[in-house]
């Protein structure tokens, strides 16, 4: 395995853009910072929280530099293709869900945790900077999120172990979702991502 930090996001999104991929499905595992987001839960999340702290975040490290808007992150096209999906399948899931992305490897202290909850409902460790480099180059990006444990703030230490078994138990939903969502995405890409740079280059 690669920690979380040590992951080479950049490179990865873009090779994938350089092969021509125009969209990316992101799988996670994460924890649950609030009751009703249960272990075994899938979450289609909408919106995020960056606390990572020294990974390669950009493209554009001069002389060009370009603001793009991360205001929607996740491409609503494919967020509404697998909602739609995972209600169909009967799986328990959560249409929506603020992912509070986190440095690593280490689990978060009680405090910290307590923090998280406040703004945001599930915590990991890979979404960022991977969601906004593929917004740099003008892919789509969806994220699966898999619950495989309730965070610290509920008194109980997260292990290895328990996050290991949760995700052995996810695995078949997870390849059941995308044996059936893919064929869903249409040829043609009918969202606001594929122009994602105009007007953000300076």
Avoid at 33 to 54: A, H, N, R, S
């Amino acid at each position: 395995f690669i920690p979380p930090h040590k992951v080479n996001y950049r490179a990865n999104i873009y090779a994938l853009h350089s092969l021509g991929v125009e969209r990316v499905i992101g799988i996670s595992a994460v924890g649950s910072l609030k009751e009703e987001y249960k272990p075994g839960d899938i979450v289609i999340p909408d919106q995020y929280i960056d606390f990572t702290k020294k990974r390669e975040y950009t493209f554009y490290d001069g002389p060009k530099v370009v603001h793009i808007s991360m205001a929607d992150p996740f491409c609503p096209e494919l967020r509404k293709i697998f909602i739609d999906l995972v209600s169909s399948l009967g799986y328990p899931y959560h249409s929506e869900g603020t992912y509070v992305c986190i440095e690593g490897p280490r689990f978060s202290t009680r405090a910290e945790s307590r923090m998280f909850r406040q703004f945001a409902d599930i915590i990991g460790m890979t979404l960022v900077p991977e969601v906004q480099l593929a917004r740099e180059l003008e892919m789509c990006y969806v994220t699966i999120a898999t619950i495989t444990d309730y965070d610290v703030w509920a008194e109980k230490p997260v292990t290895t172990e328990e996050v290991l078994r949760v995700m052995k138990e996810n695995e078949e939903k997870v390849k059941k979702i995308l044996q059936e969502g893919i064929p869903k995405i249409p040829v043609e890409r009918n969202c606001p991502c594929k122009d994602s740079l105009k007007g953000a280059e300076i």
